[in-house]
């Protein structure tokens, strides 16, 4: 199976700006919903935000406001903006279909560290 590859993790400084980017391949792409996940140092991973096919976007209370999601279905391309960027964002980044049956075998992830 393809593994998905995301990019865009870095070291910053409370208060600024990350872009995260992933592609998943394949047909199924435009049909699911697409989410990102985090797995903060000693936690779960957990799904941060998700946009449906439908390009209706959802965000964890913690990221509302500061993140934004959205995907290119031509490319099979999602991506993550993420803005005021606080200490508590810190974790490995992963990107999958939110529909358990569909996803994908999970990726690398990209590291974001945030600084205070």
């Known amino acids: 199976q393809v593994q998905l590859v995301e990019s865009g993790g870095g070291l910053v400084q409370a208060g600024e700006s990350l872009k995260l980017s992933c592609r998943i391949p394949?047909?199924?792409?435009?049909?699911?919903?697409v989410g990102w996940y985090r797995q903060a140092p000693g936690k779960e991973r957990e799904l941060v935000t998700f946009?449906?096919?439908?390009?209706?976007?959802n965000y964890a209370d913690s990221v509302k406001g500061r993140f934004t999601i959205s995907r290119d279905n031509a490319k099979n391309m999602v991506y993550l903006q993420m803005n005021s960027l606080k200490p508590e964002d810190t974790g490995v980044y992963y990107c999958?279909?939110?529909?358990?049956?569909?996803?994908?075998?999970w990726g690398q992830g990209t590291q974001v560290t945030v600084s205070s």
């Open positions: 999958n279909f939110v529909a358990k049956a569909f996803q994908r075998s």
């Open positions: 394949g047909t199924m792409f435009r049909i699911n919903g």
């Open positions: 946009v449906g096919s439908d390009s209706r976007v």
